[in-house]
C-alpha cells in the first residue's frame, strides 16, 4: 500500500490534491484538518464531508487555536474580513501568521508516528492571496528542516516529500484537473465568511470565481 498525508481544509486546492494523491497511487489516504480558530467552521464541514467521500483511511481533526493572538481577519472576532481585490500586492488581513509552517509541522509529526513519507499540500504561488508560505522557496526549506527533525529523515533515512503539484499552476487548470479526477466542487467551500452561500466579494471568491469562469465550469456552488 503506498501511503499518503494529505493537508485538507476543505477548499478548492486541498480537496483536488486529495483526488490527485489518489489518482498516482496513493491508495491508503492520511487527512488531516486543523481546527485553528476560525470563526465559521464551513470549511471544517466541508473537509469532513470531502474525506468520507474519498474514503481516505483516516481523518484527524487538530485544534491548536491560532486565535490567541490577534491580527488575522479569519481568527479575530474584532476584525472584519475586507473585500477582496483580484490584484492585490500586499498581504491582506486574513493572513493567519505563519499557518502553513505550523500545519506542515504537525503533519510531518504524524508522518514520522506512521512511517510515512508523503505529505501533500494544495498550494500555489500563482493564484494565491499573497501569503508569504504558499511559495516553493518556503515549501522547499520546510521540506529539508522536516527531514533534519524527524527520525524518519534523519536516523532511518527515508526522506519526507512535501507534494505541492499545484506550486505552478493557475486555479482554472486546478479546477481543470479537479474535474477530471471526479472532485464534487459542491462539497468544497472557499469563502473566507461563513455564511448560508459564499459572499463572493472577497479575496478566496474572486479567486474561485476567476478560475471557473476560466475553466469554462460551471461552480456548483453558485450556480
Known amino acids: 500500500m503506498k501511503k499518503a498525508i494529505v493537508l485538507l481544509s476543505g477548499g478548492l486546492d486541498s480537496s483536488t490534491a486529495l483526488y490527485l494523491a489518489q489518482s498516482q497511487g496513493f491508495d491508503e489516504i ?19 464531508a470531502i474525506a468520507k467521500a474519498a474514503g481516505v483511511k483516516e481523518h484527524k481533526i487538530v485544534n491548536l487555536l491560532l486565535n490567541q493572538w490577534s491580527g488575522c481577519a479569519l481568527t479575530d472576532p474584532d476584525m472584519e474580513v475586507e473585500d477582496g481585490h483580484i490584484e492585490r500586492q500586499d498581504i491582506p488581513s486574513t493572513y493567519v501568521p505563519a499557518r502553513n509552517m505550523v500545519f506542515l509541522s504537525v503533519a510531518a509529526s504524524w508522518a514520522d508516528a506512521l512511517d510515512i513519507t508523503d505529505i501533500f499540500i494544495g498550494v500555489s504561488e500563482v493564484d494565491y492571496s499573497g501569503y508569504v508560505d504558499c511559495r516553493e522557496e518556503f515549501i522547499k526549506a520546510m521540506e529539508n528542516a522536516i527531514n533534519l527533525g524527524t527520525v524518519l529523515g534523519a536516523e532511518k533515512k527515508q526522506r519526507i516529500t512535501i507534494h505541492a503539484p499545484f506550486m505552478h499552476l493557475t486555479k482554472a487548470e486546478e479546477v481543470k484537473l ?40 460551471i461552480d456548483p456552488l453558485v450556480c
Open 30 to 48: 492520511y487527512a488531516i484538518t486543523f481546527e485553528y480558530g476560525q470563526k465559521h467552521d464551513k470549511e471544517l464541514k466541508s473537509a469532513i
Open 178 to 217: 479537479g474535474v477530471s479526477l471526479g472532485v464534487d466542487f459542491g462539497l468544497t467551500w472557499t469563502c473566507y465568511r461563513g455564511g448560508e452561500h459564499p459572499c463572493g466579494v472577497c479575496d478566496s471568491c474572486l479567486l474561485r470565481a476567476k478560475a471557473f469562469a476560466e475553466a469554462n465550469e
